[in-house]
């Protein structure tokens, strides 16, 4: 759990390759771990300009280019000490108070003692909820298409307009677990699990010509917003495609 959020100060080219320096990186989808100093509660310590920093706050920085000033960063992963930016997202405090408690690093009521059990009328569901923007048939069709195809979690959000928080959440059981069918596992979670590259998975918007014009184009000073406006997908999808996330095999032929 992320107790402090300030905003990172400005890094030096010197900096950036020291932290990186103290990280242990393997496959796009594994945990890349902090091998250097940590705070108390687990999470990785740097210092830089003079301050102590936590690491993953640092690597949300370097992978996304963007500052997470005074918001939370948590991990999909549950390990504190992993930079890998795919496995990072902002929340509010509120949303890292819940992603604390669902992952059983609050010490709250549970099992048949919880709210939820005790005082199942006081406790809304799914639908029910009024800022809910899904339904219940969404949400078996999110967990149908995550299980039989090849959708990853980025491409489900942007299908149903949702953040890839919520789709993560219903992936792993966290949510709308009432919908779990008795002879279906809660979490569909699979860290192995990869999907199809580049065109060959259905859901793919880009073509491969259209991924190396975006390499191009960004080598030439295009920005990420501009690409992501020209090419109709996300800043985030550009980031990925830039970093070799995404259409990995195209990247690595055509960045090498």
Not at 50 to 68: Q, T
Not at 181 to 188: A, Y
Request: charged share 25%; glycine share 6%.
């Amino acid at each position: 759990m992320d107790n402090s959020p300030e905003p990172i100060p400005n890094l030096s080219q010197r900096d950036i390759d020291r932290f990186w320096s103290r990280i242990s990186k393997s496959d796009d989808t594994d945990c890349w771990t902090w091998e250097g100093s940590t705070f108390r509660g687990g999470y990785g310590q740097f210092k830089a300009q003079g301050r102590n920093l936590k690491s993953h706050r640092i690597a949300y920085l370097l992978y996304y280019e963007v500052d997470p000033m005074d918001q939370f960063v948590c991990h999909h992963c549950d390990n504190p000490l992993c930079c890998n930016g795919n496995h990072l997202f902002l929340g509010t405090n509120s949303d890292n108070i819940l992603d604390s408690r669902d992952k059983g690093r609050l010490n709250t009521a549970s099992g048949e003692k919880h709210g939820s059990k005790t005082k199942p009328l006081n406790w809304a569901r799914g639908e029910k909820i009024n800022t809910s923007k899904l339904t219940a048939e969404e949400v078996l069709e999110i967990r149908k298409l995550y299980q039989d195809s090849f959708h990853t979690q980025e491409q489900l959000a942007e299908k149903f307009n949702v953040t890839r928080e919520a789709i993560s959440r219903i992936i792993l059981g966290k949510s709308w677990r009432h919908l779990v069918r008795d002879n279906e596992r809660v979490s569909l979670s699979d860290a192995k699990r990869k999907a199809l590259p580049g065109e060959k998975n259905p859901s793919a918007k880009l073509t491969e010509s259209s991924v190396i014009q975006i390499l191009k184009l960004r080598k030439e000073g295009f920005s990420a917003i501009e690409l992501a406006s020209q090419f109709g997908i996300t800043k985030g999808m550009v980031y990925h495609i830039l970093s070799g996330i995404a259409w990995k095999h195209v990247h690595k032929i055509h960045t090498s």
